[in-house]
């Protein structure tokens, strides 16, 4: 038998697959938007997974340490380490700036890690090339997006490092790329501030008459040393040992060390629900938009193309093709249109998404969930076409 | 247009057809396997090997003066002069300074005329004594003379007992006139001690260097007003540099005096300057977790380097014996525990491992869990998991 709709495509096959072409691009720009919006997402989880934490402990009344800043006393961990049910507990802090790196910067979360090697909180869990900080000042770990390669000199402030790893995925909520670095320099690139500061706030305390008196000759320069020393961070990660529930001992901690703590289902809602929760919004609205348009484009382009062949439907009907083999002929060519639609959708939208600033994740299941909607737009439009052709009147064969 | 002309036309677009379809179904095919959660991991491994690895440890510390002398002042008052400037070099007695206490000629003159009074009460005081000597040695003479014409029957017994009476008195009186004249040169002794001190205080009014040093500070200007012990001129030993630093306790095992250093100046960044470690302070600093120690120049760094400035200090521990060692880059913590994942065909499977020493250049050693020649995954594109599969990266080659 011969099919009406693959001589039909044949006839004006460049035509049809630049069609199907154009359209693939169309899907692979909703692929992508979809992507981003898991890759937002997935950025958020990452943080979470990355970080290595059961809890996290934080200043007492904040959403910290990432969705507000949160302040506590570097030695907190050891009353942390004495609570029933905790592993592990280690300092951290976490700055979002700009890493010097020769002429230019790079928008970066600088993370203050305790010296002690992999598989300690906070440490990034994997490399892509060199290692872990092995000692403890001035080495470096960077994620590949920051830019840096391994041996390259960085600065933080005051402070030069060496890169001596790097590592993928590691994120912070906004996508900026991580650099781990030890916490005592973590901790003076964020208290400590710059020397013009330091110099105007020695200068300030020295005319303070109550501060700089003149029968206590050592006071002044003790004053000024304790103004230039901080033992603060940004929060306490705890990892559990096993058998333990977190929110129990989230509880514990809560109760009498008197300080805020995330379990990791609630730092998951911290950051996708409240972080992440208007950005996600809107591009899950341009995504929305986007499906609709292109399920719009697909409708028109199946209902012109069967239209421009009305001439020959009508040719059909009148040498007494049946409806059926009609509607058929139509409904192959939407669905085929649909499918290199989707073909191409998705190539594109696989290829260009290693280009994009930040991170796009296409997972499988969207792309399955992506194909049944082209499928179910592909017919429906196709029935819009259908119907019009049906009503095609044989006489316009001759008549035109 | 014949049948055969026909079947060639379409075959030729057929063929063009399925030459575009093909190529583009095959790249779909690509794009979905290699990409995603599909597509195998593409890692780079390590073989575990048994080697001996030497340990060093990092610290932070700032260039000392072994000894500063602070030299100042013992009495309150003001700077007359100030002889010396910092950077001078001065020898041991030289004078750097003078304090004047402003009102301690006129005590010293009060002090003289003291001086001279109680002498003048001396001489008084024997002049007295003298005269009732006198008076003593007269009226014993008469009372022996009564006593005498008392037995010639030639005088009254009133008279002899008036005569004894009188002798007693003079007597007394002698006695009277050697105690005050005692008295009187005990006050003049009194005087003149206190004169002496009084000139001592003005010979410790100069400030003598108590050894040869350069002056580090001077802190006063002739004319400002000091407190007792208040100091005026600092002086270092320069050849007493030693560096005091800081290593974080997590990482200071194996510390101990004896051992090489390397101190780069931050002055003089990728030069460092060879020293050794002096001794380990038996006080910790019990806030920032440090163990702190002292370290030697071998030699001096010449120009000699600021007191104060900062200092990477790396010391070099004894190599360990030959144990099984990996990158540390291996090194993950999954499920809590410890381990690495070893390579098993196109798969990855995770042996839990119980770590030793690392050193600088990122070996960790293995003391349990592995055999030598196993190989273990050191780095990966993304996180493993049990699942993962995995495609093998030439280690020379960047998984980037």
């Known amino acids: 038998m011969i099919s009406l709709a693959g001589r039909d495509i044949l006839h004006g096959w460049g035509r049809f697959l630049l069609t199907g072409v154009g359209l693939g691009l169309l899907i692979g720009v909703t692929l992508s938007m979809a992507g981003i919006y898991r890759g937002m997402v997935d950025d958020a989880n990452a ?3 990355n970080s290595g934490a059961d809890l996290w402990v934080v200043q007492q009344g904040t959403l910290g340490p990432y969705a507000e800043p949160s302040t506590l006393y570097d030695d907190s961990y050891r009353s942390i380490l004495g609570m029933a049910g905790v592993v592990r507990a280690a300092n951290v802090t976490y700055l979002t700036m700009q890493v010097r790196h020769g002429s230019s910067d790079v928008r970066a979360m600088v993370v203050g890690v305790v010296p002690g090697g992999a598989g300690e909180p906070g440490h990034p869990t994997f490399l892509v090339a060199g290692r ?28 030069r490092f060496t890169i001596v790893g790097l590592t993928r995925r590691m994120v912070s909520s906004g996508g900026d790329p991580m650099i781990f670095i030890p916490l005592k320099e973590a901790q003076e690139a964020q208290f400590l501030k710059d020397n013009d500061m330091l110099l105007q706030q020695r200068r300030r305390t020295a005319q303070n008459p109550s501060l700089n008196r003149p029968n206590v000759p050592g006071l002044l320069d003790a004053i000024i040393a304790s103004q230039t020393v901080n033992h603060n961070v940004n929060a306490v990660l705890v990892q559990l040992k096993p058998g333990y529930a977190p929110d129990a001992v989230a509880a514990e901690i809560q109760r009498w060390q008197r300080l805020q703590v995330y379990t990791r289902q609630e730092m998951r809602t911290i950051l996708v629900d409240k972080l992440i ?21 697909i409708a028109f382009i199946i209902y012109t193309m069967t239209m421009a062949k009305i001439r020959e439907i009508a040719v059909l009907k009148l040498i007494g093709t049946r ?31 290693p280009f994009f600033p930040r991170y796009v994740l296409l997972e499988p299941g969207d792309a399955i969930r992506g194909f049944i909607i082209v499928m179910v737009i592909s017919l429906l439009a196709s029935t819009l076409a259908i119907a019009a052709a049906l009503k095609i009147d044989p006489a316009e064969a001759i008549g035109g | 247009m014949n049948i055969k002309t026909f079947v060639k036309t379409i075959n030729k677009k057929v063929l063009g057809l399925l030459a575009v379809l093909i190529p583009l179904l095959l790249l779909f095919f690509y794009v979905a396997l290699r990409s995603g959660p599909l597509a195998p991991v593409p890692v780079t491994v390590a073989t575990v090997e048994r080697k001996a690895i030497s340990p060093s440890l990092s610290g932070i510390g700032t260039v000392e003066a072994r000894y500063t002398y602070r030299i100042g002042s013992v009495a309150a008052g003001r700077v007359k002069r100030i002889t010396v400037d910092v950077g001078d070099m001065v020898k041991a007695g030289d004078v750097v300074g003078e304090i004047d206490l402003v009102d301690l000629e006129e005590h010293l003159a009060a002090q003289r005329s003291a001086i001279k009074r109680s002498e003048a009460a001396v001489l008084s005081a024997e002049a007295q004594l003298r005269d009732a000597k006198a008076k003593q040695v007269f009226s014993a003479s008469q009372e022996k003379r009564y006593a005498l014409l008392l037995q010639a029957r030639s005088a009254s017994a009133e008279v002899v007992e008036a005569k004894h009476q009188e002798a007693e008195m003079a007597s007394a009186s002698a006695a009277a006139a050697h105690a005050g004249r005692n008295a009187a040169q005990q006050s003049l002794i009194a005087a003149q001690a206190e004169y002496r001190g009084m000139m001592k205080q003005r010979d410790n009014l100069r400030l003598i260097a108590p050894v040869d040093g350069l002056v580090a500070s001077r802190d006063a200007e002739a004319g400002t007003t000091v407190l007792a012990g208040q100091a005026i001129i600092e002086l270092i030993d320069p050849a007493s540099l030693w560096v005091a630093v800081r290593f974080d306790q997590l990482q200071s095992a194996g510390l101990r005096a004896g051992l090489a250093a390397h101190v780069t100046l931050r002055s003089q960044a990728g030069r460092a300057v060879a020293g050794s470690v002096l001794r380990i302070e038996p006080l910790a600093d019990r806030i920032t977790e440090e163990t702190l120690a002292k370290v030697l120049f071998t030699l001096l760094p010449a120009p000699l380097p600021p007191v104060g400035e900062l200092c990477e200090v790396t010391v070099q521990l004894p190599p360990l014996p030959a144990a099984l060692v990996v990158p540390n880059a291996s090194i993950h913590r999954v499920d809590g525990r410890l381990g690495v994942w070893v390579v098993d ?14 050193d600088r250049a990122g070996n960790i050693q293995i003391l349990d869990g592995l055999q030598a020649g196993e190989r273990v995954v050191m780095h990966s594109k993304s996180l493993l998991h049990a699942r993962s599969r995995i495609t093998l990266v030439n280690p020379n080659k960047s998984l980037l």
């Open chain 1, 323 to 353: 409806n059926r083999v009609i509607a058929s002929m139509i409904l192959q060519q939407a669905i085929g249109l649909g499918a290199i639609g989707f073909v191409v959708g998705k190539i594109v939208a696989t290829l260009w998404s």
């Open chain 2, 345 to 358: 065909g196109s798969g990855v499977r995770f042996v839990p491992v119980r770590a030793g020493a690392t």
């Open chain 1, 47 to 49: 943080l979470i997974d």
């Open chain 1, 277 to 297: 929760a208007t950005s996600a919004k809107q591009i899950g609205m341009f995504l929305v938009i986007l499906a609709i348009v292109s399920a719009a484009i």
């Open chain 1, 132 to 159: 872990h900080l092995s000692g403890s000042h001035y080495e470096a770990v960077a994620d590949v997006k920051a830019g840096f390669t391994l041996g390259d000199t960085i600065t933080i402030r005051r402070h």
